[in-house]
């Protein structure tokens, strides 16, 4: 019962790499989103995919994209990592499709933890 | 989508029913309110939902005013596992995304 995976875990990357977060869902639901988390902050929407083919931009989208590869998978991409770009990344699911999702509890991975050097 | 405004931390003691409060003003009439928690380092946790009605499930109970102006979450029984940040938030059913705040820290004291 996988739920929502996210590879990996954990990172640490040199200011100017690049890297891929990967999140894939098993539960065919339409929507997935891309959230981080600041010590001691809530969650900010940084991307989110209403269904398969859409992404549309969050509350922080600069210095990141997104890919929504088919229905199972959402991959955040930091093209050139900064500082201000260590977080804990959380992917997460809906079923709703659309702009009928309010109404829909999401699914969540168990993060990503990134830190940038 | 409406603003909330919860307290920044609570405590309750284990055992006891933990109520949780959360002010929406400014809802409007098709409008949910979600409820949602982070245990440490983990991913949130879906908890309950709903619109106008009361709601129950095995986790918690969802108590809307019937101004619908502000809600109350309901942990009957309490225990050290329930120690989390819980958030409140409010959105349009039609909306394609939900923004979380900064939430209520909930401690269950042994």
């Known amino acids: 019962n996988a739920g929502v995976t996210q590879t990996p875990k954990f990172q640490v990357l040199k200011t100017g790499q690049s890297m891929t977060l990967q999140c894939a869902q098993d539960m065919n639901h339409n929507s997935m989103y891309w959230y981080r988390q600041d010590p001691g902050m809530g969650l900010r929407l940084i991307y989110y995919s209403a269904s398969e083919g859409t992404t549309d931009k969050g509350e922080v989208p600069n210095g990141y994209n997104v890919s929504r590869l088919n229905k199972r998978e959402f991959s955040l991409r930091l093209e050139s990592a900064a500082p201000s770009q260590t977080s804990v990344y959380f992917c997460a699911s809906s079923e709703g499709q659309g702009f009928s999702v309010g109404n829909q509890p999401q699914h969540f991975g168990d993060g990503t933890r990134l830190s940038i050097l | 989508d409406a603003k909330t405004t919860q307290p920044t931390s609570m405590d309750c003691a284990e055992g006891r029913a933990a109520n949780l409060p959360c002010n929406h003003s400014t809802i409007s009439g098709n409008e949910y309110v979600y409820w949602y928690r982070q245990i440490h380092s983990q991913g949130p946790q879906y908890i309950i939902h709903g619109l106008k009605n009361n709601e129950t499930n095995e986790m918690a109970s969802l108590i809307i005013t019937e101004d619908r102006k502000s809600s109350t979450l309901i942990l009957p029984h309490a225990t050290l596992r329930d120690t989390a940040v819980y958030y409140c938030?409010?959105?349009?059913?039609?909306?394609?995304?939900?923004?979380f705040g900064s939430g209520t820290r909930l401690s269950i004291r042994p």
């Open positions: 938030i409010v959105t349009y059913s039609s909306a394609s995304k939900i923004i």
